[in-house]
Structure formats: C-alpha cells, structure tokens
C-alpha cells in the first residue's frame, strides 16, 4: 500500500491473516479479494440502472447478447446460453421469462425443424437501445475518477488475468 493510498476493506482481511498465520504469504489473497469486492460493489452500481429500466442483470445480459449480434437480432438457445455461461434449464426459465414480459419471441429455426431461435421484438429493442446507453454512461461515470492511463494499464493486467483464468474454466 503507497501512502497515498487509502486502507480499503482487504487491507484489515490481510493484517488479521499476518497476525494469525505470518508463515503463509497472504499476498495473492489481496489481489483476489479486491478482484471481488471490485466485481461485487459494481454489480451493485450496475444493478442500479438495470432496474431504472425494470432489468435485472441477466435480463440485461440476454437482451444485450441479443442486440450485440446484429440484425435480425436472434439466437439459437444454445448459442446464447453459451454465450451467458449458464445452463440449458436456467436458459429456458429465462427466456419463458422474457418472452411473458414481450421482450422476446421465439420462432421457428429455418435451419432446423426441431429447435426454436430466441428474437428481439420491436418493444425488446427499443428497451435494450435505451438501457444499453444509460449503462455505458454509468460505466463511464464509475471509472471516471481513475486517469485514462491508469485505466489503459488496468484493462491489460485484467486481460493478463483473464488469460489465465479462461483456460482453466473450459
């Protein structure tokens, strides 16, 4: 920690394991437990919009998902499941979801009789349009205190990170 860096949460977690276990270096334990209280307080600035527009994260996610692959805005299931890493019955549950609130249709696979593609409706993306603006303008204002140097610097050791996390997960 410099000095002109404030304590945070995790500084009080590290000092209690150096007290309590000074045989175990408890350094990486720093740098995860910030990579958690990061990710878990800006889910909670991020939840913040996505419910000014009546979403939830995942409701967000799969809309976004949707409108990201371009006109006509449609998926295959699985395509978007694997997209969203999430299981085939979560997908399900989700999408029956999205369709009852008018979001999403779902229609015939020309490609394949059998299975159905997951599609915007008018009303779907007129919604993510609208929440997909305010939430790049909220993850703007969040990062805004850190320089854009320090962000650029940031965004690669993350990348770093997840290189090495990726591989593992598959």
């Not at 945070?8 to 007290?19: G, T, Y």
């Not at 249709?105 to 603006?133: C, F, H, K, M, Y």
């Not at 962000?151 to 690669?156: N, S, V």
């Amino acid at each position: 920690m410099t000095t002109e860096q404030q304590a945070d949460a995790v500084d009080m977690i590290l000092r209690q394991w150096r007290r309590e276990r000074p045989d175990l270096d408890i350094s990486p334990m720093g740098t995860i437990g910030r990579v958690k209280r990061c990710s878990a307080l800006l889910q909670r600035e991020l939840d913040k919009v996505f419910s000014a527009f009546g979403l939830s994260a995942w409701e967000f996610d799969v809309l976004a998902t949707l409108r990201r692959a371009g006109a006509p805005h449609c998926l295959a299931p699985t395509a978007l499941f694997l997209s969203l890493m999430i299981t085939s019955g979560t997908m399900t549950r989700q999408l029956q979801q999205l369709e009852a609130a008018g979001w999403v249709s779902r229609t015939p696979n020309p490609s394949d009789a059998r299975s159905l593609l997951v599609q915007l409706t008018p009303a779907g993306l007129e919604l993510i349009d609208r929440a997909v603006t305010a939430h790049v303008a909220n993850e703007a204002r969040i990062l805004a205190p850190i320089a854009a140097a320090q962000l650029a610097q940031l965004d690669e050791r993350l990348s770093e990170l997840l290189a090495v996390l990726e591989p593992a997960a598959e």
